[in-house]
């Protein structure tokens, strides 16, 4: 894939959800930290940076954010969508950018005259989709659906802590409150048993709703994929 113009950029920005101040500094931003490659990769420590806004994978960040962002390798960040995403996120929807040295260093601001030309030359939705646009057919948002599959990790990360702490004050509550004649008569005993049969049912539905928002978020790459090759097939034509 070659380099993407400033005006490419803002449309993958903007459709990640940024927006005003925000879009024009990410646009800034990928240009300084990545000349509008997006495949752009620096893997000298204290990087092992990918893609357009060159996120940081190294050590124990790379298993966290795959996780968090339920991408099954590093290049994945390669896809100008999901980095854009992923630094929306990371930034905090463009309102805080000190992650990247390029912004406190100051080096994005040669790049915000051409950041602000492009930003405002944005229409604002998602980049233009081909697939399943015509007049009988059905439109897909991949943004959508990663929104979506984010909120399933979300949901999925909550129970998960929910199951844990619950099972946890249940044990509290069972030694505390019963004491002696909880373990006598084996009340204690049940209640705990009780704590941990309804922490597998949470855990269980932690786990289908992680599963639910990792096919979710391969669906959307699906999608953005076949955009990719019927383009391909009709630059071509």
Do not use: C
Request: proline share 4%; charged share 25%; no cysteine.
């Amino acid at each position: 894939m070659s380099r993407l113009s400033p005006e490419q950029i803002a449309q993958h920005a903007r459709a990640a959800g940024f927006h005003g101040q925000g879009l024009t500094i990410a646009v800034a931003v990928a240009l300084a930290e990545s000349n509008g490659d997006p495949r752009a990769h620096n893997n000298k420590p204290p990087d092992d940076s990918y893609g357009l806004w060159q996120i940081n994978m190294l050590g124990a960040m790379g298993p966290e954010r795959r996780r968090q962002y339920g991408l099954d390798s590093n290049r994945e960040l390669f896809d100008p969508r999901v980095n854009a995403e992923v630094a929306n996120s990371l930034s905090g929807d463009g309102r805080s950018w000190t992650p990247w040295t390029t912004y406190t260093s100051g080096a994005y601001r040669k790049y915000l005259d051409v950041a602000r030309r492009a930003a405002r030359g944005t229409t604002g939705g998602t980049p233009p989709r081909r697939a399943g646009s015509g007049g009988d057919g059905f439109a897909v948002d991949p943004a959508a659906l990663d929104r979506y599959a984010r909120r399933g990790k979300d949901i999925a990360d909550d129970l998960a802590s929910i199951g844990t702490r619950h099972v946890r004050q249940v044990g509290e509550i069972a030694g505390d409150s019963f004491g002696r004649i909880g373990k006598e008569t084996g009340f204690a005993s049940a209640l705990e048993a009780f704590g941990a049969a309804l922490h597998r049912q949470v855990d269980g539905v932690g786990r289908n709703a992680d599963r639910l928002a990792r096919s979710t978020g391969r669906l959307a790459r699906a999608y953005r994929d076949q955009d990719d090759v019927i383009a391909d097939h009709l630059g071509r034509g």
